[in-house]
């Protein structure tokens, strides 16, 4: 079965600066997804950044970029020049690129950015 | 609607009784899932379909929880003879294929449950 964890409950950063919030998982699959989801407290989950276990190069989108390292099976994503708005419960989250769409998701990282 | 819509955002029911929760996927979408988030948890699958079918009902915990798309539009999970354990925020999420086609899963702001 597969696990997904996420170790820091919470993490805090000052404005402008960058972050790092960490996730390691656990599979036996070769081939998968590796998924980062922002959850503000709307409660409406919002894909941040998505990996494909094939592509050694790391995913990037705007200020948001993973660290993939697929032999350790860790999954972390940095935010750069962190804003107000990025404060919100972060996700790391699993799926099997074949048989099934079921995501996997961790118990949650919760961001506090402070002005 | 433009998004993912759930409805009733909040319902708090008594402990034996029948629940229903709807969700309005985006139009045009013809995956939907159910999640379950309970309190400082991430989601946990609960059921997929695909067009009118369940593809993967496997996170269903017991034979309390059904759900149906009998249009494949809009979905109803029901929850029979509901227990305190029961409460948690339901999540209800549309894709246009399969999410590993895609990779994104459009989530609506879920239906807070509170059992007493």
């Known amino acids: 079965a597969q696990t997904v964890t996420q170790s820091q409950p919470e993490m805090s950063v000052q404005e402008a600066e960058t972050v790092t919030l960490s996730c390691t998982y656990d599979?036996?699959?070769?081939?998968?997804?590796l998924f980062w989801y922002k959850q503000p407290p709307s409660r409406q989950m919002i894909l941040v950044i998505r990996?494909?276990?094939?592509?050694?190069q790391n995913a990037t989108e705007n200020r948001f970029s993973v660290n993939f390292q697929k032999a350790a099976k860790s999954f972390s994503l940095k935010i750069s020049d962190s804003q107000l708005g990025d404060t919100a419960m972060y996700f790391c989250?699993?799926?099997?690129?074949?048989?099934?769409?079921?995501?996997?998701f961790g118990t949650g990282t919760r961001l506090q950015v402070f002005p | 609607g433009a998004g993912v819509s759930q409805t009733p955002s909040n319902k708090v029911t008594e402990k034996g009784k029948y629940v229903e929760l709807r969700c309005d996927p985006i139009?045009?979408?013809?995956?939907l899932y159910w999640y379950r988030q309970s309190l400082g948890q991430g989601p946990e699958f609960l059921i997929y379909?695909?067009?009118?079918?369940?593809?993967?009902d496997s996170g269903l915990p017991n034979d309390r929880f059904f759900a149906v798309r009998p249009e494949g539009s809009v979905s109803t999970l029901k929850i029979q003879r509901t227990e305190r354990g029961d409460s948690a925020v339901y999540l209800c999420?549309?894709?246009?294929?399969?999410?590993?086609?895609?990779?994104?899963?459009?989530f609506g702001e879920g239906s807070r449950l509170t059992v007493l």
């Open positions: 139009s045009g979408h013809t995956a």
């Open positions: 599979t036996s699959e070769n081939n998968y997804y």
């Open positions: 990996q494909e276990a094939y592509k050694q």
């Open positions: 989250a699993f799926m099997k690129s074949y048989n099934t769409d079921k995501l996997i």
């Open positions: 379909f695909q067009g009118t079918g369940a593809a993967d």
């Open positions: 999420a549309s894709s246009l294929e399969r999410t590993s086609d895609t990779g994104e899963l459009f």
